[in-house]
């Protein structure tokens, strides 16, 4: 049986994975590939930690070079992680010749078009389906399965950490915080937790993503984020009440002009398959002008299910290594040199529902003064409900409006914040779907 | 750029379709693809009828063989369905060299090996992404994304009709034959709906996706069939009461040995994301060892999806035969020459929780010889529950079972009904999730 020869970088909770994968499911593999992968060498700076799976001392080595100039090795795994030195290491490998796999979705998000030119010049293939959706096959489905349509939306739960928050904070009703920390104690959040929490880690996906979905290239810096720091459990329970779950979605929408690309709390219908994606898991809804709505969804994350994407992606690039061929699909779905820069649609001319929660004084003529500024920026109100009465002192009012413009909700709830009848500034909740 | 001609044989909903797509997205699949996919020839018995697509005259033949044995064409599309004559089209394409995209799940399950053999040998390619699921992208999740893991369990509603059905009598309360009569004058069910409503068609489907999961050869006869005619409004309504669904399951499982497949009425818990697809839909529910669950959801027929579907094989075939190569992907995930029969566990021998709904004569000592001859064979009860009062009349009595072998509730139920005690043989439902 041919043998395909592959190097890893990187043996943390991931690169363990996919040895275990190489090795608990070989014959599996080896079924549907015709070959072996063969694991050749491990690099990382601490070969010491046990890393829970048995490897030959010799494999190990903290000499990145004997992965990426390693003669018997075609495909090399990047598992280090964020910038650097996963970059550098990464286009050595690409240099060298050598087919990549990578799950390092902050790396591609920011420096893909120079990780993908580097990979195109070299005629090598790169495989990253394990950058977003963990373990989901969701690049592939969208890159291949969907190759006949023009995509159109993209609503996507791409972080774990947030939606188990979420998700705790719903059914328990406890605060974010509390939650957050609950979650740090049990390995779902990190010790700083900014990536997740405040929706970065999900902008990352959603550049990869909506770039493969729509065929233009959208800046990550392009992306509006919002995190769910100022997400309360009232918040939570309101939009239930309303029929609506509060999700850290990841929206995408190209009119075949402009691309909007945003991820933000958001409000959907109980009744959305997404809102009954419940802890870490992650999924993607995501609507075609052919296809229509398919939805897509499984661990986001995780060692075992990220590996398994990993091995995905080495079983894919051994079959083009296997017949001599490469760049068979190109990276991002479509042909580089036709690939577009996407023109974004600013945060400002969004239109969608919106969620308002004002801590607004109980006495007379309140409402009618928030209503009509409101009013005022063409904001039309769907429904209005003062929670519980308290003459004179602040009770929440829930305002959810028809379809508006961001900039005029944002300069309306400006306007409100200034009339010195509510505490604190608004909440806004975006709604969707 | 390049061109890759296409033909097609038989022109109705889907192949219309077809045609639309190749059309209206012609610029977005180059710019996927890089080439051009070019309609050659289009042949139907009947080439008169408007299909609402604009054709060239001269694309239309009547003759197949101007589409089989045309130089210009190098991949056809078999869109005739039935097993004949569209085995003979499809094999006399092959045997010519073309590589094959088809639909026909019917077919497949059938005679699969017959039509995978004759590919083979000619070294052509075959896609029936189309011919699973409809739209969605199935069978490239399985066959590829998971391409590291060893798959033990899938839970499918892989038929449209009868999901459509079974949602309608639950939202409606109405019977399975007035729902069936609106379905057809809606044009969701056939004149003759017996491939749908028996669970046929769920099962062909079964037959190719546990093949491609397991890399065992699943035949389509072993698949147990039972369909939803039997399904009453009470027994949906029982269910919910419970926190269950009715759905009609294509559920297939491995434990490494042997390969479980069956297509039934079954009940899942309410809060799985399977009981919240509704209508035409389908969706799939995958379980592997190192990905763990996953969720494909989608349009499970209809011309556009499925159009989609072929079209997205299309492109990834005629990104082969711009690189010259095929059989990149054996077309069942496993190389054929690895690909062992399964061995199939006997419906007998399967386990699961059951719901169990008798008519019972309201009167004392009636539910402790029900609950009796369960109890000697060896089924232990969850709950009973007695529905409504009618002293010495029939009343509905429900019981759900603890996991038991279907073979002792069988036997159990045979005896129930000699009691005298029941109006009728009880309905049976499998519990599972």
């Known amino acids: 049986m041919r043998e395909i020869g592959v190097g890893i970088i990187g043996i943390g909770t991931v690169g363990a994975g996919v040895v275990q994968v190489l090795q608990e499911n070989a014959d599996e593999i080896e079924r549907r590939l ?63 010749g050598k087919h990549v796999v990578t799950a390092n979705k902050a790396l591609l998000a920011v420096h893909g078009d120079e990780i993908i030119a580097a990979a195109r010049e070299r005629g090598v293939d790169l495989g990253f389906e394990a950058s977003v959706g963990g373990g989901i096959p969701l690049l592939r489905a969208v890159r291949e399965g969907m190759a006949a349509n023009r995509i159109h939306t993209i609503f996507g739960i791409l972080n774990g950490t947030t939606n188990y928050i979420l998700t705790e904070m719903k059914e328990k009703g406890e605060s974010f915080e509390r939650v957050l920390r609950e979650a740090q104690k049990l390995g779902y959040a990190e010790a700083d937790p900014t990536f997740d929490v405040e929706g970065i880690d999900a902008a990352h996906k959603l550049t990869i993503l909506s770039t493969l979905a729509f065929g233009r290239k959208v800046p990550f810096s392009s992306v509006f984020t919002e995190g769910i720091s100022r997400v309360t459990p009232q918040d939570i329970q309101y939009a239930a009440d309303f029929g609506y779950a509060v999700k850290l979605l990841a929206v995408a929408k190209f009119d075949g002009k402009r691309v909007e690309a945003r991820v933000h709390p958001t409000m959907i219908p109980s009744n959305h398959l997404l809102a009954g994606v419940r802890g870490v898991y992650n999924a993607a809804y995501i609507d075609a002008d052919f296809l229509g709505p398919t939805l897509y969804y499984g661990q986001g994350a995780g060692r075992r299910a990220t590996a398994s994407a990993v091995v995905g992606d080495l079983v894919e690039l051994a079959r083009n290594v296997l017949l001599g061929v490469s760049w068979r699909v190109p990276p991002r779905g479509f042909q580089e040199d036709m690939l577009e820069p996407a023109v974004v649609k600013p945060i400002d001319e969004i239109s969608c529902q919106y969620y308002v929660r004002a801590m607004a004084l109980d006495r007379p003529g309140v409402l009618s003064r928030i209503s009509g500024i409101l009013g005022e920026h063409g904001i039309s109100i769907e429904s209005v409900v003062q929670k519980g009465r308290d003459a004179g002192q602040a009770v929440p009012l829930i305002i959810m409006t028809h379809e508006a413009r961001e900039a005029d909700i944002r300069q309306a709830l400006g306007e409100i914040d200034t009339l010195g009848v509510t505490l604190g500034p608004p909440a806004l909740i975006r709604i969707e779907g």
Chains 1, 2 share one sequence.
């Open 34 to 96: 015709g070959a072996h992968l063969r694991l050749v060498k491990v690099a990382d700076k601490d070969i010491e930690t046990d890393r829970g799976v048995r490897m030959d001392r010799s494999v190990l080595t903290t000499d990145v070079a004997e992965v990426v100039e390693n003669p018997e090795i075609q495909i090399v795994v990047e598992l280090v992680g964020g910038y650097e030195p996963a970059k550098t290491f990464l286009l050595r490998a690409i240099r060298a």
